[in-house]
């Protein structure tokens, strides 16, 4: 069986949320694809590939930017109340989900990550800023302590829109680069955050598992590994250097090793291989990022599979990416 592991989809009542919020960008976006909220549209998806499965996650815009204080957690409820619902009742199509937490909420989003894996979520999803605050803000510890505790993976969504603009002399983003290159950078600087401010080392138990095989990290290997050995020696008003040796690895390993990552790179072949070639067979699992396609639900699925399936690789390797690495790190075990 292939699990899908990280695919989107907007349950009926939050969707009816969002509509009314008018949200701009990303939100037009989600209300004009019918099997993001259409649950009877979406098994049909589903179905037209044998031995298949989706997990359901949230998709955009972030909570944060649609609710403040408690009015966070009522959205997350609703959410998850529905996933849990809909996976209740589809399980053959959708053998589990991904609680919606914000780190936003006033508790740093430790009650909605609670609640959600309580009800049987498989972990929970975040975004790789808050409302543009990085993810290392001393306020959104909490957040890494629970999951720390809990032990389950963490959904490490991209977020940035058309206000965060490619140059400092404009307003916006032209030409939609906040999201076709934006949110490829943006998944990387959070990952990096999160290395640096040792957030990594003081939690060893958190699991993330990044969008879109870690955005340009794969590309970048000696950057991250050559380059960022020598921290420090681009810098004069902080001792960078000094940091670099209170880490427990190498910054390197920190993103070949400690991160998980999915295979959803919008049917890129060359993205793919670059993320094999990357990171440990053991932290990839499979994910299309359904139904964000031009088909508008099978596209992204078909070629991922189709590249997957020709790249050669031991079947028990194969086994692993298709639902192995996924059901070690949720604990979850699903029909194969």
Not at 153 to 179: L, Q
Request: with cysteine; proline share 6%; charged share 25%.
């Amino acid at each position: 069986m292939r699990i899908d592991a990280y695919t989107h989809f907007i349950p009926e009542k939050f969707f009816a949320k969002l509509v009314e919020s008018g949200m701009g960008d990303i939100g037009k976006r989600v209300r004009e694809i019918p099997c993001m909220h259409d649950l009877n549209v979406r098994k049909k998806i589903v179905d037209t590939f044998k031995d298949y499965a989706q997990i359901l996650s949230y998709s955009m815009p972030p909570i944060e930017a649609l609710a403040k204080g408690e009015q966070i957690n009522e959205y997350c409820k609703l959410i998850n109340d529905g996933f849990a619902d809909i996976c209740a009742k589809n399980a053959d199509h959708f053998p589990g989900w991904v609680g919606q937490t914000s780190l936003g909420a006033p508790d740093a989003g430790v009650g909605a990550a609670e609640r959600a894996i309580k009800n049987g979520a498989l972990g929970v999803q975040i975004y790789t800023n808050v409302a543009g605050k990085p993810l290392d803000d001393p306020a959104f510890e909490p957040f890494f302590a629970a999951m720390d505790k809990l032990n389950k993976p963490i959904w490490m969504h991209p977020a940035r829109g058309a206000g965060f603009a490619d140059y400092v002399t404009e307003k916006k983003s032209k030409y939609e680069i906040w999201w076709t290159f934006g949110w490829s950078y943006e998944t990387a600087a959070a990952m990096a955050r999160l290395v640096f401010s040792k957030i990594m080392d003081k939690y060893p138990n958190l699991k993330i598992i990044t969008h879109h095989f870690g955005g340009i990290v794969p590309m970048l290997e000696g950057r991250i590994g050559p380059g960022w050995d020598q921290l420090g020696a681009r810098t004069s008003d902080e001792d960078l250097h000094a940091l670099l040796g209170q880490l427990k690895k190498r910054p390197l390993d920190y993103f070949k090793h400690s991160f998980y990552c999915d295979t959803a790179v919008f049917g890129g072949e060359p993205a793919t291989r670059c993320g094999f070639e990357f990171y440990d067979l053991d932290k990839i699992v499979f994910a299309s990022d359904c139904p964000f396609d031009p088909e508008k639900g099978t596209m992204y699925a078909r070629e991922t599979l189709r590249i997957l399936e020709g790249m050669d690789l031991p079947k028990a390797d194969m086994e692993k990416v298709w639902h192995g690495n996924l059901e070690r790190i949720t604990g979850a075990k699903f029909k194969t």
